[in-house]
C-alpha cells in the first residue's frame, strides 16, 4: 500500500502509528516512491538533539527543481504549473506550463551563472509577488546556490541586516511594486540597504512598474536583457541531500533576527508529502495560497510542494482589498479555486465586510479552506466555513513554524473530522509532547504545556545562519532532547492540539512574527525615549496588536505627543517595516520593574489587556508606584 495519499481516518491513524513506530523505513519508502533522486542515501536519518544534528537521506543526491520541473514535462508539460493573477483586475493573468516554467527558470539560473554565481553562494531576494519571484527562488535552487528571500515590505535596515548577515553576493529586486492602489519604489530601498552592504557585487533588477530608477554602473543590471540571451538549458547542480537549500530570517524573542537554513532533501520530501494530504490536492485542481513567498508559507506551500506534486499553483501579487472587498472571491471564481489558504487575520479583515460582496461570487469550486500563521479565533473559523466553505469544505487550521518547514498539526480534510479553532491531529511522523514547568512531559488528555516535539522529521531547520549556539539554546535547551517550538498547547479529551500561543516575547500580528526586543531597540533610538516596553494586546483585525510603553527623558521640556508619537513609528517603519507600528504609546513615569531591574512585561500586558484585576502581586517592584499611574492612564 503506498502511504502517499491519505484518504480515511483509520488509514490515517494506522499510518500515522507506522511512521512513528518506524520513522526510518516510513520515510525511506515515502522518499523512494515519489522523487527523483541521482544517487540514494546510505543512511535515512542521523540525529542528536543534544548537539543537535540532524540529518535525512544522508548521502543522497538530488536537485528539487528537477523533482519540481524537470519530471513532470513528459506528462505534464502544457498544464499550468504557475498562474499569476496581477495586482489589478484588468491586467491578464499569465498562465505559465511546466514546459515554460523550465525554460524560465534554466534561463535564470544561467544567468546567475554569468555573473558569477556558484553552489553555496547566497542570494539576497528581494522581490514582489511576481513571476520572477518564484523563478528567482528555483533558479538558485537549480544551481545549488542559497536563495535567502527577503520579504518586500521590509525595510532598507531590515534588509541589510539580512544581506550583511548571510554575506550574499548579489540582490535581486525590481524596479518597485504595486500594492493595491499603491506603488513602491523597491529599488530605492534597495540602494539605501546597499550603502552598508559590501558584500554585494551585483544587483538583478526585474522591470514591474516601469519608473526610471537609478541603476549605478558596475552593479545594477536589467533582467530582461540578460535572460533575452542567457540559453534556456541548464543541467542542475547535484547537490547532496544535507546542502542548504535556503536561508529564511525570522524574528526571535531577541537579539538578531534568525536565518533558519533549511536543507534539501528532507525538505522537499516532508513539504511534498504534506501539500499532497493537507489539501488532498487531486491532479487538475486550482490550489490558491494567498500568503507572500517572503515567509515560509510560501516557500513550502505555494512553491516547493506544490510544484513537487505537479500542481497548479496560484500567484497572487495584490492584496484583499483592492480593487475592493470581493478581490480574493474575484480571484476564486475566475480560477475555480479548488484548495485556498490563507490567514485568520485576512479572515478577520473580510469577514468585517459583510457578506453582500460575497454573494456576488461563485463560490462552488472551492473544497478546502485552510488557515495558517496563528490561533484562528472561533468568530472567524465558524465566518469562514458558513460563509466561505458554505458548510461544505473543511477547513484545516494548520499548525507549523518557519523552523520546522512544513505543516505540523493539522486535519487533514476529508479525513479529520474539524473541531473549530482546534488544529486537531499530529500530521504523519510528527510527535508532539505537552511540558509543564519542570519539564516533566504531560501525559494523557486534558492537559496543557508547552509544546514540544520529541523526535525529527525529515524538514526541520538544521541550523541558524553562522549560529549553532544560538539554535541550540534557543530550541533545544528549555527541554532535555526535545524540540522547544516557542508556543503553548493543549490537548482534549480526544487527543486534539489546540495551540494557545506564544509563551515568549514574540508577538504575531496579522501573522507576522514580531520580537519585541528589536522594535524596543528601535524606539529607544528616539532622543528623548528612556526606556520602552512592548507588549500585545487583542484587536479585531490583527489579532494582536502592538501597546507601547514609554517613557521619556527627563530633560525639562514639554513634548507633543502626538508628534512623538508619529516620529517614533517612522523611526519603526525605518528600522523594521511598517508591519512592527505600534497601534498604542502610553507615555509613562517609568516602567514596573523587579528588584534585579527586569521590566515586568507580565504586569504591562495584564494592564493593556484590561486584565487589572488579575495582576497578581505587585509589592515585590522596585517601584511599585508606577503601576497605578500607568492604570491611571491607560489607552
Ligand atoms: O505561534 C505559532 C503561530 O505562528 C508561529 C510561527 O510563525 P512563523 O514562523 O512566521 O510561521 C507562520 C506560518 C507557518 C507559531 O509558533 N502559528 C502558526 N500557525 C498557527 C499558529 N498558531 C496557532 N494556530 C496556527 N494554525
Redesign the pocket.
Same mark, same amino acid.
Given at each position: 500500500m503506498s502511504n502517499y495519499h491519505i484518504k480515511h481516518l483509520e488509514e490515517y491513524y494506522q499510518v500515522y502509528r507506522k511512521s512513528v513506530r518506524e520513522p526510518e523505513s516510513f520515510w525511506e519508502e515515502i522518499a523512494e516512491e515519489h522523487f527523483l533522486w541521482r544517487k540514494k542515501w546510505d543512511a535515512v536519518l542521523d540525529w542528536d538533539f543534544s548537539k543537535p544534528e540532524i540529518s535525512w537521506f544522508k548521502g543522497a543526491k538530488l536537485n528539487i527543481t528537477e523533482n519540481c520541473i524537470d519530471r513532470h514535462l513528459t506528462t505534464r508539460g502544457n498544464k499550468t504549473a504557475i498562474l499569476f493573477e496581477p495586482n489589478h483586475p484588468d491586467e491578464v493573468a499569465e498562465h505559465i506550463s511546466y514546459n515554460e516554467l523550465y525554460k524560465r527558470v534554466n534561463k535564470f539560473a544561467n544567468v546567475l551563472k554569468e555573473q558569477g554565481i556558484k553552489k553555496g553562494d547566497r542570494v539576497c531576494i528581494y522581490v514582489p509577488m511576481i513571476p520572477e519571484l518564484a523563478i528567482s527562488v528555483l533558479a538558485c535552487a537549480r544551481i545549488g546556490a542559497i536563495h535567502s528571500v527577503v520579504f518586500a515590505g521590509f525595510s532598507a535596515a531590515a534588509l541589510a541586516t539580512r544581506i550583511n548577515d548571510s554575506d550574499c553576493k548579489m540582490v535581486i529586486t525590481s524596479d518597485g511594486s504595486y500594492r493595491g492602489s499603491k506603488t513602491i519604489d523597491l529599488k530605492g530601498i534597495v540602494d539605501e540597504a546597499l550603502e552598508s552592504c559590501s558584500c554585494v557585487e551585483t544587483v538583478l533588477v526585474a522591470k514591474r512598474i516601469k519608473t526610471e530608477i537609478y541603476m549605478k554602473a558596475g552593479r545594477d543590471q536589467w533582467l530582461a536583457p540578460l535572460l533575452a540571451k542567457a540559453s534556456d538549458v541548464c543541467a542542475p547542480e547535484i547537490m547532496d541531500a544535507e546542502d542548504p537549500l535556503f536561508i529564511l530570517y525570522?524574528s526571535g524573542s531577541t537579539g538578531m533576527p534568525k536565518g533558519m537554513v533549511h536543507t534539501t532533501a528532507g525538505y522537499m520530501v516532508y513539504t511534498a508529502y504534506t501539500f499532497k494530504n493537507a489539501f488532498q490536492y487531486k491532479e487538475n485542481d486550482v490550489y490558491w495560497c494567498t500568503a507572500d513567498i517572503g515567509? @515560509? +508559507?510560501g516557500h513550502s506551500y505555494i512553491v516547493y510542494g506544490p510544484l513537487a506534486n505537479g500542481a497548479t499553483t496560484v500567484m497572487f501579487e495584490g492584496v484583499p482589498s483592492y480593487p475592493d472587498y470581493g478581490r480574493f472571491w474575484d480571484i476564486v471564481q475566475k480560477h475555480k479555486v479548488n484548495q485556498f489558504y490563507t490567514a485568520p487575520t485576512a479572515i478577520r479583515a473580510l469577514a468585517k465586510q459583510g457578506t453582500d460582496v460575497i454573494d456576488h461570487y461563485d463560490l462552488s469550486s472551492l473544497k478546502v479552506l485552510g488557515?495558517?500563521? =496563528?490561533? @484562528?479565533n472561533e468568530e472567524a473559523w465558524h465566518w469562514y466555513n458558513e460563509n466561505i466553505g458554505k458548510k461544505k469544505s473543511p477547513i484545516i487550521?494548520?499548525?507549523?513554524?518557519? =523552523?520546522t518547514g512544513g505543516i505540523m498539526i493539522s486535519p487533514i480534510p476529508y479525513v479529520t473530522p474539524t473541531k473549530p479553532t482546534y488544529?486537531t491531529l499530529p500530521f504523519i511522523g510528527i510527535q508532539p509532547a505537552l511540558m509543564d514547568e519542570n519539564g516533566n512531559e504531560l501525559k494523557g488528555n486534558q492537559v496543557e504545556g508547552r509544546l514540544c516535539i520529541k523526535f525529527p522529521w525529515p524538514s526541520i531547520a538544521r541550523t541558524i545562519w553562522g549560529n549553532h549556539q544560538r539554535y541550540k539554546e534557543t530550541y533545544f535547551s528549555a527541554f532535555d532532547n526535545k524540540y522547544f +517550538? *516557542?508556543?503553548g498547547a493543549l490537548r482534549d479529551e480526544v487527543g486534539y492540539y489546540r495551540?494557545t *500561543?506564544?509563551v515568549d516575547d514574540?508577538i @504575531?500580528v496579522s *501573522?507576522?512574527?514580531l520580537g519585541t526586543a528589536p522594535i524596543e531597540d528601535a524606539i529607544n533610538e528616539h532622543p528623548a525615549v528612556a526606556e520602552s516596553a512592548i507588549v500585545g494586546f487583542p484587536h479585531d483585525i490583527k489579532g494582536s496588536a502592538l501597546y507601547g510603553y514609554i517613557t521619556l527623558k527627563d530633560t525639562g521640556e514639554t513634548r507633543n505627543h502626538d508628534n512623538l508619537r508619529t516620529e517614533i513609528n517612522q523611526l519603526i517603519t525605518d528600522r523594521i517595516g511598517p508591519i512592527a507600528k505600534l497601534d498604542k504609546m502610553q507615555f509613562t513615569h517609568g516602567l514596573p520593574k523587579t528588584r534585579s531591574g527586569k521590566i515586568m512585561r507580565r504586569i504591562l500586558r495584564k494592564i493593556a489587556c484590561n486584565e487589572t484585576d488579575s495582576l497578581g502581586d505587585t509589592s515585590t517592584l522596585l517601584n511599585q508606584e508606577v503601576v497605578q499611574d500607568i492604570i491611571d492612564n491607560v489607552l
Open positions: 525570522t515567509w @515560509i +508559507t488557515s495558517v500563521g =496563528e490561533p @484562528i487550521d494548520s499548525w507549523w513554524q518557519t =523552523e488544529a +517550538t *516557542g508556543d495551540i *500561543g506564544r514574540v @504575531i *501573522g507576522h512574527n
